[in-house]
């Protein structure tokens, strides 16, 4: 069901082609990656948080980790993550799977900054065999030009503009 909601959204935003069905699993940024065939900060990993008892999700660089403190100063509380028996019922999509796409009314999406590393990332489209190829432009037009945020830590590599893994 969670797929089929993802793709109603995407098909209503016209990116309904840019779904891929892996075979391999992509629950995981690593398992996204060896499925997708690109590096595993290209995967869109999406952070289920709880604000206020409200959910929110920031999707960030597959390899970003959440900077408590720039999360406490831009959002005025402490990084909660949903409990994982919570995450589909609150945001309408299970753990593997979720995406900013076709997410219920009350949830918050925002993008970190980590993300605008790369030209094209992979977000999931509500499944854990699922993805959906996007430019960072594509997906923000998809998540209707969501306000950006700076709550990771920094990286140092360099952004990868290829998605395909060098053999």
Known sequence: MSLERAKEYLRSKGFESHIIIPELSSATVEEAARA?????????????????????????????????????????????????????????????????????????????????????????????????KLTIAELEACCEKPEWVDVCKGRTQEPQSSGILSL
Request: with cysteine.
């Open 36 to 132: 997708l065939g690109c590096e595993p900060g290209m995967i869109a990993k999406t952070l289920s948080f709880l604000q206020n008892d409200k959910p929110v999700l920031i999707l960030a660089e597959g390899m970003a980790r959440i900077d408590n403190r720039k999360y406490k100063d831009r959002f005025g509380c402490k990084a909660k993550m949903i409990p994982p028996e919570l995450v589909e019922e609150m945001t309408g999509h299970g753990i593997g799977g979720v995406c900013p796409f076709g997410v219920k009314e009350n949830v918050k999406v925002y993008l970190d900054e980590s993300l605008k590393m790369h030209e094209t990332v992979y977000p999931a489209a509500g499944t854990d065999h699922s993805a959906v």
